[in-house]
């Protein structure tokens, strides 16, 4: 049974959109976890009503609020599916008040990610392009399969779909699978990445990563990498159902960063696949 004395009080950023209202909910289902505040862009018309009540639960008694400052000082943690600079601008806060920051963020810039690093001296960040168990899974083997087979002989591609609303591409966690094969490789993925192909392209270049983009209806998001050799193809999937899966994997992320010395983990940390 949960314990609410002892029982870590986690911020949730960007509370009303679809994630935010996942992140509540499961929140709520978890042992160990409990909503300790609720934070929404300042103007929002939901800055004031019960963060339990939006996300489709009962009253919890906490009320959204355009304060993330108030917030943090009065938490262990803070749950971050937002946008870059609001990321950024969080991490900051997070490091002053020196608590843990899971991030699910995508579409980070390298100046971005400087920054959130930075904060990481002093606040304990769990960062990934995906919070899934499955998708960090597939990682792992995506890594071990690149690392397994020669590069002159196997071309690698990453597809990925996504619903009409995603602003980000390619995606976060596929960027996370591209640098798992890279490092699998032991190359550099901006050196060798293929983002677009349009016209008369020219060959294939040996050792490359590509990158497909889909977008389209609710898609929440479908992984393949394929693996393509002479007169064979391996392709390892992931597709996820519901966006649960994501705020769930954050939030036992945040249970794991708890207590742990300030900074930058990821979700293979986490599982113990680092």
Same mark, same amino acid.
């Given at each position: 049974m949960s314990d609410a004395a002892t029982d870590m009080g986690l911020?949730?950023?960007?509370?009303?959109?679809?994630?935010?209202?996942?992140?509540?909910? &499961?929140?709520? @289902?978890?042992?160990?976890? /409990?909503?300790?505040?609720?934070i929404e862009r300042a103007g929002s018309p939901?800055?004031?009503k019960d963060v339990g009540e939006l996300a489709g639960i009962s009253r919890i008694g906490v009320a959204i609020s355009d304060d993330p400052l108030q917030a943090f000082a009065h938490a262990? #943690? %803070?749950?971050?599916? @937002?946008?870059?600079?609001? @990321?950024? *601008?969080?991490?900051?806060?997070? &490091?002053?008040? /020196?608590?843990?920051?899971?991030? #699910? @963020?995508? #579409?980070?810039?390298?100046?971005? +990610?400087?920054k959130i690093a930075a904060a990481a001296r002093h606040a304990t960040i769990v960062k990934s392009g995906n919070m899934s168990?499955? %998708?960090n899974?597939?990682?792992v083997l995506v890594e071990q399969a690149a690392r397994a087979l020669d590069p002159e002989d196997f071309d690698i591609e990453i597809l990925e779909m996504h619903h009409r609303h995603k602003v980000d591409a390619p995606s976060g966690t596929?960027?996370?699978? #591209?640098?798992?094969?890279?490092?699998?490789?032991?190359? &550099?993925?901006? *050196? +060798?990445? %293929?983002?677009? /192909?349009?016209g008369h392209t020219g060959a294939r270049r040996s050792g490359s990563i590509g990158f497909a983009t889909l977008r389209g209806g609710s898609v929440v998001g479908e992984h393949t990498v394929f693996l393509s050799g002479p007169g064979e193809r391996i392709a390892l999937s992931h597709h996820a159902e519901d966006r649960a899966i994501f705020a769930?994997?954050? %939030?036992? &992320?945040?249970?794991?960063a708890r207590g742990r010395k300030p900074g930058l983990y990821s979700m293979r940390d986490v599982l113990g696949f680092a």
């Open positions: 911020v949730v950023v960007g509370a009303a959109g679809r994630m935010g209202q996942a992140l509540i909910r &499961a929140v709520a @289902t978890i042992p160990g976890a /409990r909503v300790a505040g609720a939901h800055v004031g262990e #943690g %803070v749950l971050d599916f @937002t946008a870059p600079a609001a @990321t950024v *601008e969080f991490a900051g806060y997070a &490091a002053q008040a /020196r608590i843990v920051h899971v991030i #699910g @963020t995508t #579409g980070c810039s390298p100046q971005d +990610n400087e168990l499955g %998708v899974l597939l990682a596929a960027l996370l699978l #591209g640098e798992a094969a890279a490092a699998g490789r032991e190359i &550099a993925l901006a *050196e +060798n990445s %293929v983002r677009t /192909r349009d769930r994997g954050a %939030v036992k &992320a945040a249970l794991w």
